[in-house]
């Protein structure tokens, strides 16, 4: 059974920074894409960025593109946050799926429980 399991959510000022991980288990994600998504309250859940599991090949929101990194080692996946803004504040969650590079929620078929970001201004 695949597991992915989110960390290193919190607060944080605006203008910090956070690393959040994603622990992957459960099977052979070779050939796969890994994926961050975010969901503010009362909105929908949007793409943030995604990474091929076997390449360094990546793909981020223009919302977040020079601020955040997406990568990748054996253990998981980590989005590093930088220059945070009051609206990065959401729900963040770990995705898996066969499709690089994947936008829509629907084109990944793993997920995580999320882990909370909040930026205060």
């Known amino acids: 059974q695949v597991r992915l399991v989110e960390s290193g959510g919190g607060l944080v000022q605006a203008g910090g920074s956070l690393r959040l991980s994603c622990a992957t288990s459960?099977?052979?994600?070779?050939?796969?894409?890994m994926g961050w998504f975010r969901q503010a309250p009362g909105k929908e859940r949007e793409f943030v960025a995604t990474?091929?599991?076997?390449?360094?090949n990546s793909y981020y929101a223009d919302s977040v593109k020079g601020r955040f990194t997406i990568s990748r080692d054996d253990g998981g996946v980590y989005l590093q946050m930088n220059t945070l803004k009051p609206e990065d504040t959401a729900v963040y969650y770990c995705?898996?799926?066969?499709?690089?590079?994947?936008?829509?929620?629907?084109?990944?078929?793993?997920w995580g429980q999320g882990t909370q970001v909040t930026v205060s201004s």
């Open positions: 995705a898996a799926g066969p499709t690089y590079p994947g936008t829509r929620r629907w084109q990944y078929d793993s």
């Open positions: 459960g099977r052979t994600f070779s050939n796969y894409a």
């Open positions: 990474i091929k599991w076997g390449g360094s």
